[in-house]
């Protein structure tokens, strides 16, 4: 979460500014999407050309059908029952030459409700998979871009697994052969002083391939036992506390097997004796000594075992560190969960022509990052970026970035700039189609682009002056922006329909065709204001509001409006967030320039980014946590994406914000641990 001078908090997480042989199994790290919420009939369309100044206004969602006409299709839907569970998901089924049906399924969700490995692809028309077989001869499925997703033919797939498939109307109904786990045996390697994350494997046996999903949970929080000694302080855990994740499987466990790892309730511990206060302690002076923390009692890996509907749960409790990689073998039928400070699997796939999904290890001398990243090569035809905002209605609001790109239809997309995670306000630039929605802050880093994939990255700044009939000229400091400071902001139509005061004592000039209006006092908790379509809002707070006697009502008033550096004014969208990182390959990193706290700077954390390479091509990439540890800082940052081939980079918001988005799914963590953010980039495939 991010610290603004004046104590707004901006998007969780990152940012802060300161003023406020052959082996017959494949492993593979799966970002659990267990919940996929689809809107498949709208989209985002703006007008391209500049609009009048005074006259902004929210692009407009029109209603459009989720993908393109495709003949032979013979029914549709946006939900998946498994097992008799519905879930979203999108699927088609289509008549061929031969008159044969095929079914279809959106690939975000195949992958992730299946528990199906993708393997590494450099045709876009095809996908090679693994699942309970062999990697060295996969089975590939046929793709087809329609819209925003791209959809396997599952047809030879779900025969070959025996799986039976129905349609009810707008839900594709699956039904799997019943499975049995059989067995599950938890590797007895002992932890070493010099190795604590040595890794764990967890053998699960099953009688035939089943799906299966993995979800990360919350933090376990662990109770702490009171000292004995009323004049001993409880000493705190200096160990970070570890995580609950959770296996599931469709089938059911031999109850020998829930038996072995059902929890035991706690034995109830003898009451201490009570122990009288050490007078003599209290009497004489005393020497501090530091509470020797307890040796930690490592908890059991696997919590519980449960069946519940027909599907078995696993629980772990993961040490801090450490993650689950599953990967999946057969005969025999097993899944294999290996506990380990790298579970991170290699992926290179041709997506879609001109997007290129990547993931690996980035190594900084002895650090190991995790990188999960899109290339995308802006002038493959069909291809265009745009900011996306999360409220259809005005700039207030969030959204999981997830849910954002689907209301758009964009095909891929990233998380962007801060925002004010109390009143969901944006904290930064955002301008679309040569239309700002919201101005720059602080002088921060931003980027900037147009639609034939030419890129500006720098530190930017919006002057905007209001001019009199007299010729006095006020600077506007602010547009659109819930960064609050004194001085003159301007509030349009983008806004949303009207303004709600952000600080007490402001005084609101009304602003229709270029004269002023009216003059409305205002504050915290006071009325809205509507903002005028063929105008604007001027708010005068503190030492400004002195200024409202020079704008009286009826006083003619023009906006004179520029870019420092003017090279952005260049461009019709822009996407500001910061610190800039590189320019020109240089590593340019000045977060305190751009006031960010120092808190920030030094803090380690999942961080999001987007650069151009010397190719052309663009990267949007999500930094996780380091092998055993937590994730860079702004200086790792920065000497991670110059590693990886970045020409110009760009810090964008973080932590938790930070949501790599593809086809339906999330692709860098679980769509349960990424946070509600303001906006982003997405990433749009024209159909040809």
Not at 68 to 88: D, E, F, H, M, Y
Not at 122 to 145: C, G
Not at 389 to 415: E, F, H, M
Not at 605 to 634: D, E, F, K, Q, W
Request: hydrophobic share 35%; net charge positive; glycine share 8%.
């Amino acid at each position: 979460m991010v610290k603004m001078p004046n104590s707004c908090q901006s998007g969780n997480g990152d940012g802060s500014a300161n003023a406020k042989g052959e082996r017959r199994f494949f492993r593979a790290t799966m970002s659990p999407i267990l919940l996929i919420t689809l809107c498949l009939t709208t989209t985002c369309v703006t007008n391209a050309q500049e609009p009048q100044k005074n006259a902004q206004s929210i692009p407009s969602l029109i209603s459009q059908s989720p993908a393109p006409a495709l003949t032979g299709v013979v029914s549709s839907g946006n939900q998946i029952s498994l097992n008799g569970r519905t879930l979203p998901g999108t699927w088609f089924q289509r008549s061929g030459k031969s008159g044969q049906v095929t079914t279809n399924i959106s690939d975000g969700a195949f992958r992730q409700l299946i528990g199906v490995n993708f393997l590494n692809s450099s045709n876009s028309a095809s996908q090679p998979i693994q699942w309970f077989s062999s990697v060295t001869k996969p089975l590939v499925l046929t793709t087809r871009l329609l819209g925003a997703y791209r959809y396997l033919d599952i047809s030879n797939f779900a025969q070959t697994s025996g799986w039976e498939i129905r349609t009810n109307g707008n839900i594709l109904a699956i039904a799997t052969p019943k499975a049995q786990v059989t067995n599950i045996v938890q590797s007895q390697q002992r932890p070493e002083a010099s190795a604590p994350l040595q890794q764990t494997r967890i053998l699960v046996d099953l009688d035939r391939p089943t799906p299966w999903q993995v979800a990360q949970g919350s933090t376990i929080k662990k109770i702490q036992t009171p000292s004995l000694d009323p004049d001993t302080p409880t000493p705190k855990s200096t160990v970070p506390p570890n995580r609950e994740w959770t296996i599931t499987l469709d089938g059911i466990a031999d109850p020998l097997l829930i038996e072995r790892y059902t929890p035991q309730p706690p034995a109830v511990p003898a009451a201490p004796p009570t122990l009288l206060p050490n007078l003599l302690k209290q009497l004489l002076p005393v020497t501090p000594t530091q509470p020797i923390p307890p040796t930690p009692v490592p908890e059991p890996l696997i919590q519980q075992v449960e069946v519940v509907k027909n599907q078995t749960i696993i629980s772990l409790s993961v040490p801090f560190g450490l993650s689950p990689q599953v990967s999946t073998v057969a005969n025999p039928n097993r899944l294999i969960i290996e506990i380990r400070p790298d579970p991170l699997e290699e992926r290179d796939i041709t997506w879609a022509p001109g997007l290129r999904w990547r993931q690996h290890y980035v190594n900084l001398g002895t650090e190991r990052f995790p990188v999960v990243w899109l290339e995308v090569n802006p002038r493959k035809f069909g291809l265009t970026l745009k900011p996306m905002w999360a409220s259809p209605d005005g700039l207030a609001g969030t959204a999981p970035l997830i849910q954002t790109a689907q209301r758009y239809l964009a095909v891929a997309g990233i998380n962007g700039g801060y925002f004010n995670r109390n009143n969901k306000l944006p904290l930064g630039a955002i301008r679309r189609d040569g239309q700002w929605l919201s101005g720059p802050i602080l002088n921060r880093g931003a980027i900037a682009w147009n639609d034939s994939g030419q890129f500006y990255f720098g530190r930017l700044t919006l002057e905007e002056t209001l001019i009199t009939a007299n010729g006095q000229r006020l600077p506007i400091l602010f547009l659109n922006s819930g960064y609050v400071q004194s001085g003159i902001a301007r509030y349009t139509s983008a806004w949303g329909s009207t303004y709600t005061p952000l600080t007490d004592n402001e005084i609101i000039l009304v602003v229709q065709k270029d004269q002023i209006t009216n003059q409305l006092p205002g504050g915290i908790g006071g009325t809205a204001v509507p903002i005028p379509q063929d105008g604007y809002l001027l708010t005068l707070r503190a030492n400004a509001a002195s200024a409202a006697s020079q704008l009286p009502i009826g006083s003619a008033v023009s906006i004179s409006s520029a870019t420092a550096p003017a090279d952005f004014s260049r461009y019709s969208h822009i996407i500001g967030a910061g610190p800039l990182l590189i320019q020109n390959r240089q590593i340019v990193l000045d977060a305190k320039g751009e006031k960010f706290s120092n808190a920030f700077i030094a803090e380690k954390a999942i961080r999001s980014g987007i650069c151009t390479t010397a190719t052309g091509t663009l990267m949007i990439t999500a930094v996780h946590n380091r092998a055993g540890g937590y994730g860079p800082n702004l200086a790792e940052h920065a000497q991670l994406m110059q590693q990886m081939g970045c020409v110009d980079a760009l810090n964008l918001d973080g932590g938790s914000s930070t949501s790599l988005y593809l086809g339906g799914q999330l692709l860098d963590r679980s769509p349960s641990t990424a946070a509600r953010v303001h906006n982003g980039i997405g990433i749009f495939l024209k159909p040809r």
